[in-house]
């Protein structure tokens, strides 16, 4: 039987000193703006605004955790680290989509991946992977799908090329959205205030309300 596997991750930006020079050395202060305060101030909001947005990027941003789901049963898998080991991370990320696509088989079945805007989490996994040195199977992480071959709850709602939050699909659907406390863009945040397990709570939050979301679409006939 093939396995209907949900993913998600909480990211993090760039903490690498090179890499961040690299990224901020064109910035250049408004010349618009005279007075060297300004300017100072100018040039750190741009710089700040860059590596935030590293979060986001695979190429520079980090994986601070990950939960794994089976669409058929109410376990959530959650890897992650206090100190941003973000090897470690991916190997359990990667063992735990492997024990859930082999579960009850004598054999290894490539996984349904689904996800909200999955595609963008499949590719930032596997560019992480590549930077961190950790081998992968594409079966298991199918980064290069087309958008109609994966599970994407965005997708199937909206249409390719259209998006829609996961917090307002669960508002459409009547599920209970995961977007309460904190968001995506307080990971970085909460991690600087050593709040690890209030990510990961999040995290699987997420997991659990695509999970339902996607449920209730194949139940209905959207999803396979």
Request: aromatic fraction near 6%.
């Amino acid at each position: 039987m093939t396995r209907h596997i949900v993913v998600d991750i909480e990211t993090l930006p760039c903490a690498n000193q090179q890499q961040i020079d690299f990224l901020l050395a064109s910035i250049k202060p408004d010349s618009r703006l005279k007075d060297p305060e300004k300017i100072e101030a100018d040039i750190a909001t741009k710089c700040a605004d860059i590596i935030d947005k590293t979060g986001l990027d695979g190429s520079f941003g980090r994986i601070l955790c990950a939960s794994v789901g089976d669409v058929d049963s109410e376990d959530i898998v959650s890897v992650s680290s206090g100190i941003a080991d973000e090897k470690a991370v991916l190997l359990g990320l990667i063992a735990a989509i492997k024990d859930i696509a082999g579960a009850g088989s004598h054999t290894l079945m490539a996984p349904k991946i689904v996800g909200h805007n999955i595609a963008w989490d499949l590719r930032f996994i596997a560019q992480r992977c590549v930077v961190n040195n950790v081998p992968f199977d594409r079966n298991l992480l199918p980064f290069d799908s087309k958008p109609w071959e994966l599970c994407d709850t965005m997708t199937m709602w909206v249409g390719a090329g259209n998006r829609i939050s996961l917090e307002k699909l669960c508002v459409a659907l009547g599920v209970e959205s995961p977007k309460k406390e904190m968001d995506g863009s307080m990971v970085a945040e909460y991690f600087a205030a050593g709040r690890l397990e209030e990510i990961v709570k999040y995290n699987r939050a997420d997991v659990a309300a695509t999970r339902s979301c996607y449920r209730m679409m194949r139940k209905i006939g959207m999803a396979a």
